[in-house]
Structure formats: C-alpha cells, structure tokens
Nanobody
Framework: VQLQASGGGLVQAGDPLTLDCTAS????????MGWFRRAPGKEREFLCG????????ACLDFVKGRFTISRDNAKNTVSLQMDNLEPEDTAVYYC?????????????WGQGTLVTVSS
C-alpha cells in the first residue's frame, strides 16, 4: 500500500491550500481515509476523516469550518482543503487509510507533506 501526499509548501497566514493524497495497492473505495498532522514538538493529531460507505465526513472541532476533506473513489484520491491558514497550522500533514473514519486509528500511512504558514 502506498499513500502519496502532495501539495504542501510555504504560504502566508490567511491563505488557502489544498493537499492531495493518491493511494495505490489497496481497494480505495473500501477504506476510510483520513488526514493527520504533526506539528514541531507535538504529537500527531487526527484532523478529518471520510467514510468509505457514504459521503459522511468528520473533522475535529478545532479545524471544523476551516478544513474540508473530500475523496474521489474513481481517482483513488483524498484531499484536504484548508482555508484561512494560521501559523499554528504549520506541520507535516499525513494521509492515512483505515476502517473507521471517525477515529484516529488507521492502518496505512503516507510519508507526509510539509505545510509552513508564515505570519
């Protein structure tokens, strides 16, 4: 299984950014997909998940309204649209595949893409 995240980079506070993740080696439509991040000096944290059964998504409260997860089963991709970025959003962002989209327990992980938000 390979999960390739892309789209990270250096942006300014208030800017939007979209991350994409392309999956291979698994039946994408059968997996919940999620996005996580690890900020410098902090633990990895769950951000958003997308159900494999329907269009349900879930994001944690601290990013709800700013971050949106979406998936395209035809293209084996999951995206994270991030709006109004803040310096505190600086982190390595990871996509993951698992069974339960509302939990932080996932089975497969990508290598991460770095997002840096300048003030």
């Amino acid at each position: 299984v390979q999960l390739q995240a892309s789209g990270g980079g250096l942006v300014q506070a208030g800017d939007p950014l979209t991350l994409d993740c392309t999956a291979s080696g698994l039946t994408f439509a059968k997996y919940a997909m999620g996005w996580f991040r690890r900020a410098p000096g902090k633990e990895r944290e769950f951000l958003c998940g997308s159900s494999q059964f329907d269009s349900s998504t879930a994001c944690l409260d601290f990013v709800k309204g700013r971050f949106t997860i979406s998936r395209d089963n035809a293209k084996n991709t999951v995206s994270l649209q991030m709006d109004n970025l803040e310096p505190e959003d600086t982190a390595v962002y990871y996509c993951a595949a698992g069974q339960y989209y509302q939990t932080s327990s996932y089975d497969y992980w990508g290598q991460g893409t770095l997002v840096t938000v300048s003030s």
